[in-house]
């Protein structure tokens, strides 16, 4: 799991027209994605296939590999399977598509399918794009409160170091269990504690060391840029498609161009 | 228990963002002046924990599942409701970020399941008045138990509303429900469980590190009488005429709404008393009273469900305040 975050934290840390857009435009831009796919009625599969442009587009340019994302989709596609598969079983209404015939739930089993593979593609290449630093700053420039900017990165940070004495600990207790995939609850619990009391402590240690160092409480970052006209260039051009995929089935009118 | 964004209309992601902007609005102030101090590496660094410990599965004896610690009670018993509240945000976010657990436009709403349930709600209206101050010793280990399991079914009621509201799964509403209750009470016991092993082995190795006391339990009831008023003034416009389940039934079976009246005398009687004492017959002005005919009919409704619920109110609160007394 750990390793998931430090390859996409690698990702992040590249440099690439996409990197270099402003955190902030990307951030609204998502968001705009986001809420545009979900607003579509529930059956509508055809003209959701447009959007894909938008974070496939962006992975390109951005230097994300195709096959990292794809595997992210996989293996977070369960859970949405499980209860996408309820559609097809509860709504029978027959429809027809071109020369032939479904239910209803299909459709919207398939519309479920597509919206989560877009939205769970953008918020990677979001992540992918602007690495967490960025991200949070923008968010805090955008209006979060500056707590949580704070904590997120203090989270941040720490995750690598928690992280890996959690695992260490892990293996430790597996090969103290003998090797049963599952250890008992008091180890659990014990292994747990201390984890928590070490963190504790850590804490201590680095706010001590930030106090010693003058940290009122504000995180400097560097290489902030003031938004340029390419940012709202890159927004606008966003807004404008997302609008127009929404109101026009782009796919079905490029369908009827090329095969009238 | 995260909602993933195929499922969330834009209505209800959108609703339950503007709820939670608000809630880190009233986060991000209470917190301000400790911005600089010690508790925020101590959330950092909690964070992480909570993130790490969530690879950890156990054993659950006799089912032949495993579990993990979901830690919004933990955090909010270690940290306070807000901080808390902010902890779990970051966990959220960036479990939705980076491992899709969880879509981006439904992490307000996960954010208001998973943290403020739990944080908001069970912590500070459960586990503190249960525990009585303890963090170790059965009552302690009681009082985990009941707040978590209490937390995690609300938070899944709370999935279940907001899928139903969002209107793009077809899942049905009470087989949704009988699916995700029981398994979110297994799930409740076995954070409660861990909760409290957890609290209570830090409480002995380090007595002193508490959660603030300074939360303030009114706040969060002003904010549930302000949503009262709201839904008993407003909402209610938007209520169903049709009959309901009992009166369908009914009208099935009869061919009309309601029964028709009984000759006992017992009956009779009590029909007599409820004439006298209700003030607003089916939730509106009586037709025989002076200025029904010019106060519009929403009108009607929402004084009958503001009056309604002050009176719920005021009545919950004097039995509440009488079993008070007698206790003490």
């Not at chain 1, 292994?191 to 003058?214: D, K, N």
């Not at chain 2, 018993?77 to 960036?94: K, M």
């Not at chain 2, 603030?212 to 009831?221: E, I």
């Not at chain 2, 409704?301 to 004097?318: E, M, N």
């Amino acid at each position: 799991m750990k390793a998931a975050v430090a390859d996409l934290d690698d990702l992040g840390r590249r440099s690439s027209p996409v990197h270099r857009l402003d955190a902030r435009a990307k951030v609204l831009a998502t968001g705009a994605f986001l809420v545009t796919v979900m607003s579509f009625p529930r059956q509508e599969v055809s003209a959701l296939t447009p959007f894909l442009f938008f974070p496939l587009v962006l992975a390109s340019l951005g230097g994300v590999p195709f096959g990292f994302l794809f595997r992210r989709v996989l293996a977070a596609l369960p859970f949405a399977l499980l209860v996408a598969l309820g559609n097809p079983f509860f709504d029978r209404v027959p429809v027809g598509v071109g020369p032939w015939e479904t239910t209803a739930g299909w459709m919207s089993f398939s519309s479920i399918l597509f919206r989560f593979l877009l939205t769970v593609l953008a918020a990677l290449v979001l992540a992918a794009t602007t690495g967490v630093d960025r991200l949070t700053d923008a968010l805090g420039r955008l209006g979060l409160p500056r707590v949580f900017v704070v904590q997120m990165s203090f989270f941040y940070r720490t995750l690598f170091v928690v992280g890996e004495e959690a695992s260490r600990m892990k293996r430790s207790l597996l090969i103290r269990s003998h090797g049963n995939k599952a250890p008992s609850f008091r180890s659990v619990v014990s292994l747990l504690g201390h984890l928590l009391l070490r963190a504790m402590a850590r804490a201590e240690r680095i706010h001590g060391a930030l106090r010693a160092r003058g940290y009122d409480g504000r995180l400097p970052s560097l290489g902030r840029r003031r938004a340029g006209w390419t940012d709202l260039g890159f927004l606008a051009v966003c807004g404008a498609s997302f609008a127009a995929a929404r109101v026009w089935n782009l796919a079905e009118m490029a369908g009827r161009w090329a095969a009238p | 228990m995260h909602m993933a964004d195929a499922l969330v209309s834009p209505a209800v992601g959108g609703a339950l963002w503007a709820a939670t902007a608000g809630l880190f609005a009233w986060c991000g102030r209470r917190l301000k002046s400790s911005v600089e101090g010690p508790i925020v590496p101590l959330m950092g660094v909690l964070g992480a924990f909570v993130f790490a410990s969530q690879m950890i599965n156990f054993a659950i004896p006799g089912t032949g599942s495993s579990g993990h610690l979901g830690g919004g009670l933990l955090l909010a018993i270690l940290l306070g409701p807000e901080a808390a509240l902010v902890v779990l945000s970051s966990v959220l976010a960036t479990q939705a970020l980076f491992f899709a657990d969880g879509g981006l436009l439904a992490l307000g709403a996960n954010i208001l399941n998973l943290g403020f349930l739990p944080a908001f709600i069970a912590y500070p209206f459960l586990y503190r008045p249960l525990s009585g101050g303890r963090r170790s010793g059965a009552r302690a280990w009681a009082a985990a138990l009941l707040s978590a399991v209490a937390g995690l079914q609300l938070g899944a009621l709370g999935v279940v509303l907001e899928t139903r509201a969002s209107g793009i799964s077809a899942l049905p509403f009470s087989g949704f429900l009988l699916l995700m209750l029981p398994i979110h009470f297994a799930i409740g016991l076995v954070e409660g469980l861990v909760t409290a092993a957890v609290v209570s082995f830090v409480a002995r190795a380090r007595p002193e590190a508490a959660a603030p006391a300074d939360f303030s339990k009114r706040s969060v009831l002003a904010g549930l009488l302000i949503g009262a008023l709201g839904i008993g003034g407003v909402g209610v416009w938007f209520a169903s005429d049709r009959p309901d389940g009992l009166e369908w039934s009914i009208a099935k079976m009869v061919g009309r709404e309601d029964l028709p009246r009984s000759e006992e005398s017992v009956h009779q009687a009590l029909e007599k008393v409820q004439e006298a004492t209700s003030v607003l017959p089916d939730y509106a002005l009586p037709s025989g009273a002076p200025h029904s005919s010019g106060v519009p009919e929403k009108a009607q409704t929402s004084l009958a469900g503001v009056a309604g619920g002050g009176l719920t109110l005021l009545l919950a609160g004097a039995a509440g305040l009488f079993l008070q007394r007698r206790r003490s």
